[in-house]
């Protein structure tokens, strides 16, 4: 199950983007599927297949690892019983999963997030309803800095969250940061002031405010939470959103990349 994230330390340590300790290359980036979770697995121990995995691309079985969840994100980890089993694209389990991936590509509504099949929330609105599917994964890796797409996300955490704080937003000159995530990938991405009015859908009372960033967040009514004891925990929807990325530095553009939202509204 997922595991929350905390709001309360947003604005001095915002919610991890990558389980690494940095971010990894774009040329990395670029070697990972668009579709699907990449399960990062950690060790601190060498062994000769270890090697061959960071010399090429192989396919491999991996054997008593354990996972946990941190942030939010799945990681792996190997232990002193781990095994790990180099395989040829010939052998029949490869040759499953091959097919079972690349069935994915299909149709859109396979690509989609597994988890958000016959899940996915209405309480947001877009304008680009035509345009098609793109996960973040598919934008990191795309071939331009600035780009804009439609995806399907769960909103894990944001800054600021309080009402109070949410309706200086619209009257003066701040970005509401969100951590948005899908199975492929985690980013920020902001709302600036010229789309704040639009996306919360007009100049809304504190109550308002709060109660359409809780839809967002998953943070359950006060009868929700007694009814299902979630005690205070959150289970954010799947919500359809518009991104666009942009620089900041021309003379850095990857480096200095951002996302911000447009063109969507949170319902009534």
Known sequence: SWRPCSLDTEAVTPTPLHPE?????????CTLPCVGTVLRVFSNRFSKEIL???????????C????????????????????IRLLSSEDGSVIERLKTFNGRFATQVHREPMASLHTASDITDV???????TTLMESLTHGQVTHKFKTLVRVVAAYPC??????????GDYCLRLTLEDPTARIHAYVHK?????FFGG??????????????????????????????GRNPPWIW????????????????????????????
């Not at 309080?162 to 009257?171: A, R, V």
């Open 127 to 133: 304008e680009f309803k035509r345009a098609g599917y």
């Open 21 to 29: 300790e940095a971010p990894l290359p774009r040329e990395v980036l």
């Open 241 to 268: 959103c518009c991104l666009k990325s942009y620089r900041l530095d021309k003379y850095d553009p990857w480096g200095s990349r951002r996302y911000r939202i447009f063109g969507t509204e949170i319902r009534d």
């Open 64 to 83: 008593n690892i354990t996972c946990k969840q941190e942030f939010g994100m799945w990681k792996g980890s190997l232990l002193p019983s781990s095994r």
């Open 52 to 62: 061959h995995l960071q010399k090429d691309i192989y396919w491999a079985r991996f």
């Open 203 to 232: 100049f809304l009372t504190l109550a308002a405010l709060t109660r359409k960033m809780n839809r967002l967040l998953g943070v359950p009514e006060p009868e929700d939470d007694a009814e299902e004891g979630m005690a205070g």
């Open 162 to 171: 309080q009402g109070k704080e949410l309706h200086s937003l619209l009257t």
């Open 194 to 198: 010229d789309n704040a009015v639009s």
